[in-house]
C-alpha cells in the first residue's frame, strides 16, 4: 500500500530534500508512526505532545483537509494522496 | 429600487444567477443545482467592499476613526481597493501593505484611489505582510489599522447581508461554498445560515500556492486568522492553481461568467461536492461566491495559452 505524501519545503530537511515520499498506513495516524520510521523527527513536528495535528501543520487527503475528515483517523486507501502544508495569510486579501 | 444616494450605498443584494450547463443535474425530481452570487456586481467589483464598508463603519461608530485618519491595512488586493474607495468617499487616508509579487492592476488601481503602497517581501506572502502592518501600527500610533483577518466587522457583514440575502433567493439551500481567506465571508454567512438551515452544509476552498508562499522559516510562524473557527465549516478544500484556472475557464465557456481565479477555486470545490451528491441520489442546491471578475487578472496571464503553461506562469504568484 503506496501513499504519496507531499512535504512542504519547511519540513525537507527530515527528508533529505524530498518534495514527497512514499509511506503506508491504513489510518493518517499510522501513516505518520510510519513516516516517522523511514525520516525520523517528522511526526514531532506535525503532531504535539498531546496527540493532536499542530495547530499551524494543514494535512489534506486528495485535496480535504482531515480535521473535517476524521482528523488523525482519516482511513487512507492506495493511492491516495497526502499533502502536508503549513498554514499561512494564504494570497489577496 | 436601484436608486442610490452615492456609491456606497448601492453595496450588497448581488444577484444570484443559476449554472444550467455546469450542474450536474438541473431539472427533475432530484436537482443537483449550482448558483454563483455576483459578488464582483459591488461597487469596486468585489465581495470586499462588503467588509471594507462595515470595517470603516464600526470604526467610525466606536470613535475609533475620525476625520482626517489613515487607515492601515495588510492586503495585497481586493480589500485594499475597497478600503480605498470607501476612504476616499469619506475623508481618511490609506496605507496598504502588500507582498510584492501581486499583479499590477491591483497597485495602479490602489494608487489611483490615492492609497500608498508599502511593500512587503514576496517570499514571506501574506504572513510577511501582516508581520509588516503590525509593526507600522507600533510605529505609527495613529494610524488605525482595521485588520480585517481579526475584525468581527468583517464577518458581521456577511452575517447581515451575504447570509440574509443567500436565504432570501434560496430558500432550498443546502450547501454554501465561499473562499477561506480572512474567513470572514465563510464565519458571517455560514453562522446565519447554519441559524436559519441547521442541517446546512458550509464549504470552504482555499487557494494552494507554489511553494514561495509558503516560505515560513518555521511552522510556529504559521497563521490562522483570528476570526476563523472551525466548528462553523463542514468541509475544506485546498485547491490547486491548475483546477482553479480549469474551472474559470469552464465558467467562462459553459456560464458566459468571466470571474477570478479564486472563484475558479470555489467552483471545484463546489462541483466536488456536487458529484457526491449526485452520487448518492440527493437533491441539492447549492449556492457559491463569485468573488470578483477576470479583469485585474489579465496580465498574470491565466487566461491565455493552454492549461498547463497559464497555471506555471501562476506559479509564485498570489491569485486569490
Same mark, same amino acid.
Given at each position: 500500500?503506496?501513499?504519496?505524501?507531499?512535504?512542504?519545503?519547511?519540513? %525537507?530537511?527530515?527528508?533529505?530534500?524530498?518534495?514527497?515520499?512514499?509511506?503506508?498506513?491504513?489510518?493518517?495516524?499510522?501513516?505518520?508512526?510510519?513516516?516517522?520510521?523511514?525520516?525520523?523527527?517528522?511526526?514531532? %513536528?506535525?503532531?504535539?505532545?498531546?496527540?493532536?495535528?499542530?495547530?499551524?501543520?494543514?494535512?489534506?487527503?486528495?485535496?480535504?483537509?482531515?480535521?473535517?475528515?476524521?482528523?488523525?483517523?482519516?482511513?487512507?486507501?492506495?493511492?491516495?494522496?497526502?499533502?502536508?502544508?503549513?498554514?499561512?495569510?494564504?494570497?489577496? %486579501? | 429600487?436601484?436608486?442610490?444616494?452615492?456609491?456606497?450605498?448601492? $453595496?450588497?443584494?448581488?444577484?444570484?444567477?443559476?449554472?444550467?450547463?455546469?450542474?450536474? #443535474?438541473?431539472?427533475?425530481?432530484?436537482?443537483?443545482? $449550482?448558483?454563483?452570487?455576483?459578488?464582483?456586481?459591488?461597487?469596486?467589483?468585489?465581495?470586499?467592499?462588503?467588509?471594507?464598508?462595515?470595517?470603516?463603519?464600526?470604526?467610525?461608530?466606536?470613535? !475609533?476613526?475620525?476625520? &482626517?485618519?489613515?487607515?492601515?491595512?495588510?492586503?495585497?488586493?481586493?480589500? &485594499?481597493?475597497?478600503?480605498?474607495?470607501?476612504?476616499?468617499? #469619506?475623508?481618511?487616508?490609506?496605507?496598504?501593505?502588500?507582498?510584492?509579487?501581486?499583479?499590477?492592476? @491591483?497597485?495602479?488601481?490602489?494608487?489611483?484611489?490615492?492609497?500608498?503602497?508599502?511593500?512587503?517581501?514576496?517570499?514571506?506572502?501574506?504572513?510577511?505582510?501582516?508581520?509588516?502592518?503590525?509593526?507600522?501600527?507600533?510605529? +505609527?500610533?495613529?494610524?488605525?489599522?482595521?485588520?480585517? +483577518?481579526?475584525?468581527?466587522?468583517?464577518?458581521?457583514?456577511? +452575517?447581515?447581508?451575504?447570509?440574509?440575502?443567500?436565504? @432570501?433567493?434560496?430558500?432550498?439551500?443546502?450547501?454554501?461554498?465561499?473562499?477561506?481567506?480572512?474567513?470572514?465571508?465563510?464565519?458571517?454567512?455560514? #453562522?446565519?445560515?447554519?441559524?436559519?438551515?441547521?442541517?446546512?452544509?458550509?464549504?470552504?476552498?482555499?487557494? @494552494?500556492?507554489?511553494?514561495?508562499? +509558503?516560505?515560513? #522559516?518555521?511552522?510556529?510562524?504559521?497563521?490562522?486568522?483570528?476570526?476563523?473557527?472551525?466548528?462553523?465549516?463542514?468541509s475544506r478544500f485546498s485547491v490547486t492553481s491548475y483546477d482553479a484556472l480549469r474551472r474559470t475557464r469552464d465558467l467562462i465557456e459553459q456560464e458566459g461568467i468571466f470571474a477570478g481565479i479564486s472563484t475558479g477555486a470555489i467552483l471545484h470545490a463546489a462541483l466536488s461536492i456536487?458529484? @457526491?451528491?449526485?452520487?448518492?441520489?440527493? !437533491?441539492?442546491?447549492?449556492?457559491?461566491?463569485?468573488?470578483?471578475?477576470? *479583469?485585474?487578472?489579465?496580465?498574470?496571464?491565466?487566461?491565455?495559452?493552454?492549461?498547463?503553461?497559464?497555471?506555471? !506562469?501562476?506559479? &509564485?504568484?498570489? *491569485?486569490?
Open positions: 500500500m503506496a501513499i504519496e505524501v507531499k512535504i512542504p519545503t519547511i519540513l %525537507r530537511t527530515y527528508t533529505d530534500g524530498a518534495k514527497a515520499v512514499d509511506g503506508a498506513g491504513e489510518t493518517l495516524s499510522a501513516l505518520i508512526d510510519n513516516l516517522d520510521g523511514s525520516h525520523p523527527g517528522l511526526k514531532g %513536528r506535525l503532531i504535539t505532545d498531546e496527540g493532536s495535528l499542530h495547530r499551524f501543520v494543514n494535512v489534506y487527503v486528495n485535496d480535504e483537509d482531515v480535521r473535517f475528515t476524521g482528523s488523525l483517523e482519516t482511513t487512507l486507501k492506495d493511492g491516495d494522496s497526502v499533502t502536508i502544508l503549513p498554514a499561512v495569510a494564504g494570497g489577496s %486579501r | 429600487m436601484t436608486r442610490y444616494e452615492s456609491l456606497i450605498e448601492s $453595496l450588497g443584494d448581488t444577484p444570484l444567477v443559476g449554472l444550467p450547463h455546469l450542474s450536474p #443535474r438541473w431539472e427533475g425530481e432530484r436537482p443537483v443545482r $449550482l448558483w454563483a452570487k455576483l459578488e464582483d456586481r459591488n461597487p469596486t467589483g468585489s465581495i470586499k467592499d462588503r467588509a471594507a464598508h462595515a470595517m470603516i463603519t464600526a470604526a467610525e461608530a466606536d470613535g !475609533r476613526l475620525t476625520p &482626517g485618519c489613515t487607515i492601515l491595512e495588510p492586503t495585497s488586493g481586493n480589500t &485594499g481597493i475597497s478600503l480605498a474607495m470607501v476612504a476616499k468617499l #469619506r475623508g481618511y487616508g490609506l496605507v496598504c501593505v502588500m507582498p510584492e509579487n501581486t499583479s499590477v492592476e @491591483r497597485r495602479q488601481l490602489l494608487e489611483m484611489f490615492g492609497a500608498r503602497i508599502i511593500s512587503s517581501p514576496a517570499a514571506g506572502g501574506s504572513n510577511q505582510a501582516v508581520a509588516t502592518a503590525k509593526q507600522l501600527a507600533e510605529q +505609527y500610533p495613529d494610524w488605525v489599522m482595521l485588520y480585517q +483577518y481579526g475584525n468581527p466587522a468583517n464577518a458581521q457583514a456577511h +452575517y447581515d447581508g451575504t447570509g440574509p440575502e443567500l436565504l @432570501r433567493d434560496l430558500p432550498t439551500i443546502t450547501h454554501f461554498v465561499a473562499g477561506l481567506g480572512t474567513t470572514g465571508t465563510l464565519m458571517g454567512t455560514g #453562522r446565519y445560515l447554519r441559524e436559519k438551515v441547521p442541517d446546512i452544509s458550509i464549504i470552504a476552498a482555499e487557494p @494552494r500556492y507554489g511553494e514561495l508562499v +509558503y516560505g515560513l #522559516r518555521n511552522i510556529d510562524e504559521g497563521f490562522v486568522p483570528e476570526l476563523y473557527d472551525d466548528s462553523v465549516l463542514t456536487a458529484e @457526491r451528491v449526485d452520487a448518492k441520489g440527493e !437533491r441539492a442546491d447549492i449556492a457559491f461566491v463569485v468573488c470578483d471578475g477576470g *479583469w485585474k487578472y489579465l496580465s498574470t496571464g491565466a487566461y491565455s495559452g493552454s492549461l498547463q503553461q497559464a497555471a506555471e !506562469r501562476l506559479e &509564485g504568484q498570489l *491569485w486569490a
